[in-house]
Nanobody, 125 residues
């Protein structure tokens, strides 16, 4: 499975962006897609995840209510709609795919088997 994240850029505080994560290859093996982010000098943080079959979603505490994850199974693409962005949202955003949640679930990076290259999101104040 290959993942291609896109849609990052520079946005002013209060603005919105939509990220995309396009999957290719053995996409039938994907159980869930997650979004993580990493700001300079900080650990990678869970943002959101979605189960492909059924659409159940999960959100990190810092993004709940502002971000929304969705998927288009026909396009093998997962989206992250980000609203009310603030400078603390500045980070490289990564998408990842899991074949199954084996132990700890959506927020645990170790549950994911494939990772995309990341896309930079910069929010100016």
């Amino acid at each position: 499975v290959q993942l291609q994240a896109s849609g990052g850029g520079l946005v002013q505080a209060g603005g919105s962006l939509r990220l995309s994560c396009a999957a290719s290859g053995r996409t039938f093996s994907i159980y869930a897609t997650g979004w993580f982010r990493q700001a300079p000098g900080k650990e990678r943080e869970f943002v959101a995840a979605i189960i492909w079959n059924g659409g159940r979603t999960y959100y990190g505490d810092s993004t709940k209510g502002r971000f929304a994850v969705s998927r288009d199974n026909a396009k093998n693409t997962v989206y992250l709609q980000m609203t009310r962005l603030n400078p603390e949202d500045t980070a490289v955003y990564y998408c990842a795919a899991a074949r199954w949640y084996r132990r700890t679930g959506a927020a645990d990076q170790s549950e994911y088997d494939y990772w995309g290259q990341g896309t930079q999101v910069t929010v100016s104040s």
